[in-house]
């Protein structure tokens, strides 16, 4: 039997270590003011990031480089929701700028990034401060099989404990039923404490070892903190209403609070993952912990089944037991059922994403080994009126190690990216619509913005300056736009002088393709020169 149990506890355990970490972000940076690689200005009194969802900074880890490699920002940083707004130092200088961040999602997973903008005038990307950061995949690695653990010891413990207050014959021995329930119960306190401290270097982005005061502060106060906190909570007072259970003496009052106890235990594990940043997130919670409860009823009714009824009860105890635990099962089935229906189309959302995300793909492998379980299920509901033990005890243990690597499965989805923000991240573009560049004259330095620089209506600004980077007088602009490729000859832009030195003008580009601009710029009545740059248009 030990080997049985080892075989079954590594058929899961081999798809958790075996997958590797994705690198994807659970909360995608939709835009950014200034925006990524674009020449303003005037300089920002503030960065604002906004993501697609909510966020919760990792204040250390956010910051803004200024040119000379030292820290722009003023440290202020506030968080509405999922946008970030990070103060700026005044009296910036002239150049390139970095900015690094490290936010936490809504459903608990880091999000690390950075981009540039410049101010003024591109100049040499100012290198990072030095980090600490590791983006660790044993810490992710851990966090897997730590989850799966956690799911293991939910099944061993909720299995034990509903079928020693309703399933269990008085004739035999509840010891070793009493066991698995403590060790059940031990592994899910143990991998919540693990799971808590997994999260310190996990969201933080250092080392496993690597832990300070303020990380420590940061997890507990989270959601995912008082998530787990919560559970804990909810053990030690479970802990005293099992005991009657176990020894056979439980009431109806006390399987009420060990119910109401139940359903809030299974909220932990919905508030500190995926579900809690769904569109949806009251319906989602609540459907990913039916999800939970009836999958860990279930296969924790088929341990107990494996592990003890079938091997020991008589003939006569089977007959009353097997019918009560076949209807108990196909509940508990219809619910796993019905609410995962439920929550996988609200964190896929479409068919494309089910079949082109790292998640969707994942969510069909579990719906096929489900689709085999239910399939062993119902066999071995065949078996039941016919009494056969012996077929249905090798039954139950083909469907124990199936059951295993749906949880492996599961404890790798929950690390995967929900499917719906994997196809926003795809659709997000890195420069959202924006086109910038800088361009030398022997006369001028023009910078060039054009937006979105997309098939349609483009924004034309330019800006000029002389060799010391000083604005300069500009008499007359000509500006230009033909696409070769496609035969589109040179197009004039009408252009309205804003300033001195600053003119927008407005076209509207037919077809996408590579469109070369031309720029002549005459500053006195004999002083004029072209420069000229191609810009992709989509």
Known sequence: MIKRVGFIVLSGLLLVLGVASPAQAHAVLTKSNPVANSVVQEAPKQVVLTFSESITPVNEKIRVIGPDGKRADNGKITVEGGVLRIGMADNPARGTYLVSYRVISADSHPVPGGFTYSYGQQSATPAELPQQEVENTAVSNLIKFNKYLGYLGLVLLVGAAWVLALLWPARLERRPAKRVLWIGFGIVGLTTVAGLYLQIPYTSGNALFSVDGTAVSDVMESRYGVAM????????????????????TSGKTDRALALILAVLGALTYSAAGHPAASPVPAVSMAADAL???????????????????????????????????????????????????????????????????????????????????????????????????????????????????????????TQTTPA?????????????????????????????????????????????????????????????????????????????????????????????????????????????DTVAVTVQVK
């Open 420 to 528: 719906r923000t994997a196809e926003v991240s795809s659709q997000t573009p890195t420069q959202p619509g924006y086109f910038t560049a800088t361009l030398d004259s022997s006369l001028y330095q023009l910078q060039v913005e054009i937006d979105p620089a997309r098939v349609g209506n483009n924004l034309v600004h330019l800006f000029a300056y002389g060799p010391d980077g000083k604005p300069v007088l500009v008499v007359e602009w000509k500006v230009t736009a033909a696409l070769p490729a496609a035969g589109v000859e040179p197009i004039e832009v009408p252009t309205l002088k804003l300033t001195d030195n600053h003119a927008t003008g407005s076209i509207t580009l037919p077809t996408a393709g590579a469109w070369e601009f031309r720029f002549t710029l005459r500053l006195t009545e004999f002083d004029q």
């Open 229 to 248: 906190l919560v559970r804990l909570a909810v053990l030690a007072v479970a802990a005293i209403l099992l005991r009657p259970m176990l020894n056979g």
């Open 291 to 413: 999800h939970l409860g009836g999958a860990a009823f279930w296969l924790g009714g088929l341990v107990m089944l494996a592990l003890f009824l079938l091997r020991q009860a008589d003939e006569r105890e089977a007959e009353a037991i097997l019918p009560v635990w076949s209807r108990w099962a196909g509940f508990a089935v219809s619910v796993v059922l019905l609410s995962g229906v439920m929550a996988a189309l609200i964190e896929v959302g479409t068919v494309s994403a089910l079949l082109e995300t790292t998640y969707g793909r994942w969510l069909v492998v579990k719906l096929g080994l489900v689709s085999l379980l239910l399939l062993t299920a119902w066999f071995s509901r065949k078996l039941v009126p016919r009494l056969e033990t012996g077929k249905l005890r090798r039954l139950v243990i083909v469907e124990l190690v199936i059951a295993a690597m749906v949880l492996g499965v599961t404890a790798v989805l």
